[in-house]
């Protein structure tokens, strides 16, 4: 069936990250978060993509700012979280890697990663509660843009941000060279 000899040391086969009708798979998606799959539609002059609906009901929240992130080819954003903000992140242009992570001691999900390949060919809307981490990564060789519709306007006295160094220990994450 497959020919002698061509294995290498080392070498691991791909997990499935899709179902047959084209559907993500992911083992546990962590408590709270929400994704909304979208479809690009064809119009005359290119195309149009929904990017947020209220009546989608992903979360219980609303809208108070939306900003975008530009990326370069290859730019992380650091692992970060909020006490009390919902990120809703959309990948506008190009193609992005969002991972999350569960850090909440009483989550039934403590502790699981998820991690999401999104962007123009493959919209998604990705809701993420407070106390989650994140950190995106521009997995193209072009620039990226981020979307993100957030409940709580950024508060420039004192932000809820909180951050950890993209390399930290705490999180059992770590991306990877890109890869097609």
């Not at 070498?11 to 009708?21: A, E, L, P």
Request: proline letters at 6%; hydrophobic letters at 40%.
């Amino acid at each position: 069936m497959f020919p002698d000899g061509w294995k290498l040391h080392g070498m691991k086969q791909d997990v499935q990250s899709i179902t047959r009708d084209w559907q993500f798979v992911h083992q546990t998606l962590i408590s709270g978060v929400q994704v909304k799959p979208v479809s690009n539609v064809p119009t005359g002059y290119g195309h149009l993509c929904e990017v947020m609906r209220m009546d989608w009901k992903l979360d219980a929240t609303g809208v108070d700012q939306v900003f975008f992130s530009a990326f370069d080819a290859g730019g992380v954003s650091g692992w970060h979280a909020h006490a009390l903000t919902t990120d809703r992140l959309f990948v506008a242009q190009g193609r992005m890697e969002i991972v999350l992570f569960d850090s909440r001691q009483e989550s039934p999900t403590h502790g699981e990663v998820n991690r999401f390949r999104l962007g123009t060919a493959r919209p998604a809307l990705v809701s993420v509660p407070p106390g989650i981490w994140h950190a995106v990564r521009n997995g193209g060789g072009q620039p990226a843009v981020l979307i993100n519709i957030v409940d709580r306007a950024y508060q420039y006295e004192q932000p809820d941000h909180y951050r950890l160094p993209l390399e930290t220990d705490q999180i059992p994450f770590r991306f990877e060279a890109s890869r097609d």
